[in-house]
């Protein structure tokens, strides 16, 4: 009998692990980031370029996820083919009159193990096709989908390129050819600090593959986007502190009072 007033003590829920990548998490930022752009520059290019990049994290975990597993039914078909040629081999050697063979002379002979070791190698070589059949093919998906992510991060690029924070501050005079700036100091600020997460987005979405695949030659693309999306994003960094070092300035150099205009 339990006592009256026990206090039963309840075991802790799981908890996924905090060491590992969660893909849910991905996509949900990538969705999260997509309604503040939406909400802050509605109907702006760089909203429709995250919407396409939240879609295309949506392929991405599920693509990961279904790359990450055996095919069974590849592996199935490669190893028929392979039981299909020992057998067939392994029948043709016992159907050899082995004896008649030794005893027709050196000359034969070593034509027969020539032709015998020429089999072996060219079974080999047809075993290691089918045996890597399958890593070559998840591989050829993978790096297409990360030259897709690839190509992700240079639009965004594109999208804070002509973006300079000394002309929103008011520096210089525009010309003929120069691009349209409609921009505040907290627009372009935020619009840069949008394109900074939309890069760190599309590395999370390239690791995904990386945590899932052993194959070096998958790691080593994805550590290229990881290169590429950092060197492009620390160009933006710099645009956002030379925006705040610009309005520090301002602040410095603004007369008494003027801080109730803001």
């Known amino acids: 009998m339990p006592e009256v007033g026990a206090v039963s003590v309840s075991r802790p829920s799981p908890r996924r692990s905090t060491r590992r990548l969660d893909p849910d998490k991905v996509v949900q930022t990538l969705g999260q980031l997509q309604a503040r752009i939406e909400t802050r520059f509605p109907e702006s290019g760089l909203a429709a370029v995250c919407a ?5 994290g949506r392929t991405t975990e599920r693509r990961a996820r279904r790359l990450s597993r055996p095919f069974i039914a590849l592996r199935l078909f490669v190893g028929l083919i392979l039981l299909a040629a020992v057998a067939g081999e392994t029948s043709v050697a016992l159907a050899i009159d082995w004896r008649g063979v030794l005893s ?4 034969p002979l070593a034509q027969g193990l020539e032709a015998a070791v020429n089999l072996i190698i060219l079974s080999g070589g047809a075993a290691w096709f089918l045996l890597t059949l399958e890593t070559r093919w998840k ?3 993978i790096r297409a989908a990360l030259n897709e992510l690839r190509a992700f991060a240079h639009v965004v690029d594109m999208h804070q390129l002509t973006k300079d924070p000394t002309i929103v501050m008011g520096g210089g005079h525009p010309t003929s050819a120069s691009p349209k700036r409609s921009m505040t100091e907290f627009q372009l600020a935020r619009y840069l600090d949008y394109c900074a997460e ?3 987005l599309i590395s999370k979405l390239a690791a995904l593959y ?4 052993l194959d070096t030659e998958i790691d080593q693309a994805v550590r290229e986007i990881e290169g590429l999306t950092s060197d492009l994003g620390r160009k933006i960094w710099q645009k956002i502190t030379i925006l705040g070092d610009l309005d520090e300035r301002g ?3 603004a007369p008494v009072g003027a801080a109730g205009d803001a």
Do not use: C
């Not at 396409?52 to 295309?56: G, S």
């Not at 990386?210 to 695949?213: A, D, E, M, P």
């Open 104 to 107: 027709t002379g050196v000359v």
């Open 198 to 200: 939309m890069l760190a």
């Open 52 to 56: 396409d990049l939240a879609a295309a």
């Open 251 to 253: 602040r410095d150099r």
């Open 210 to 213: 990386g945590l899932r695949s």
């Open 139 to 141: 591989r050829r998906r």
